[in-house]
């Protein structure tokens, strides 16, 4: 059984907590409760553990295969408020559009 509770943040731990949150692909609850769970003692004072979630597994995944050789040329181009990838993505994308 679950119990509803209300905490009140300021706007910007709001906004932390609700993109870290969308960027493991959790609801704003799971995330709250998995937060909470993790800073609770466990175990080792008798209580059963709290099953944990690894909700970044995969989250580095690209779906490329040449970002760890590219890295130099990517980081130089965010250096220089570029996203080489985006770029590339977006000239794909027109090509596609085009037909070519």
Not at 20 to 29: K, P
């Amino acid at each position: 059984m679950t119990k509803r509770t209300t905490i009140r943040i300021d706007e910007s731990l709001d906004a932390r907590m609700r993109h870290e949150a969308a960027r493991r692909g959790m609801t704003v609850s799971e995330w709250t409760r998995e937060a909470i769970a993790a800073h609770l003692p466990g175990a080792e004072q008798g209580h059963a553990p709290v099953p944990r979630r690894f909700h970044s597994t995969g989250s580095g995944s690209s779906g490329r295969s040449d970002i760890s050789e590219r890295m130099e040329e990517l980081l130089a181009g965010l250096a220089e408020g570029r996203d080489i990838i985006a770029e590339e993505e977006a000239r794909e994308a027109e090509n596609v559009r085009r037909g070519a």
